[in-house]
């Protein structure tokens, strides 16, 4: 075993436990459109015993207008989002292996840009906006689509995402029409993107 992989276990560890259990969570969902709750089928079983804690824990971060049957996918999600901020942490730690060489700048600007959609994305599931949003889906929503608890909510999220991404690249904007380098430019907008995010959570919290 190279140290590619040994010299970083942990990072893999974690990174693959994650991952085991968002597609367990996309497995879950797929079969419990064929099997009841409370089935005594193994691989079901198996699917709960791995997931019913990353569930749980969704129902709480999304309104109650979901749907129990779309918490899985909820979670799934969530889990992976967990996943991406972990091993930025790592590779930010110096704790990832690396394909290229280490490049000079702490933070590329895609890295920057990649978090802010993060952060926006974020704010756009547990923001108190997507229940307004959700609320006058009669005049967003296309026809074609039915207009169902779960489209309208994942609708409502995107257009609040959207908005976020839009409203935080202002100050950014601002910034660097005053003269601010672009790399100074992208680390204002995940600034902007991530207080937004915290007002989300903070008044989820509250």
């Not at 190279?2 to 693959?16: S, T």
């Not at 909820?74 to 730690?93: H, N, T, V």
């Not at 026809?143 to 999220?157: C, K, R, W």
């Not at 207080?195 to 989820?204: F, M, Q, S």
């Amino acid at each position: 075993m190279n140290d590619f992989v040994a010299g970083h276990l942990p990072f893999w560890a974690v990174n693959h436990t994650l991952s085991l259990l968002a597609w367990a969570c996309v497995g879950r969902s797929l079969l419990g459109a064929f099997v009841p709750a409370e089935s005594p089928n193994y691989i079901w079983r198996g699917f709960r015993m791995l997931t019913d804690w990353a569930v749980r824990l969704a129902g709480w971060l999304v309104p109650s207008y979901i749907a129990p049957r779309f918490l899985p996918l909820g979670a799934f999600c969530w889990l992976m989002a967990l996943r991406w901020l972990i091993g930025l942490s790592f590779i930010g730690a110096g704790l990832a292996p690396r394909i290229t060489p280490p490049r000079p700048e702490t933070m590329s600007n895609e890295t920057a840009f990649v978090m802010t959609v993060g952060a926006c994305l974020l704010h756009g599931l547990i923001s108190p906006a997507v229940l307004y949003v959700a609320f006058f889906h009669p005049v967003w929503m296309p026809e074609m689509l039915p207009p169902t608890a779960e489209f309208v909510f994942y609708g409502a999220s995107l257009i609040v995402s959207t908005g976020t991404l839009l409203l935080a690249a202002l100050p950014a904007a601002l910034a660097e029409r005053a003269g601010a380098s672009l790399d100074t430019a992208m680390r204002v907008w995940l600034a902007a993107a991530a207080l937004l995010a915290g007002t989300g959570v903070l008044a989820r919290m509250g």
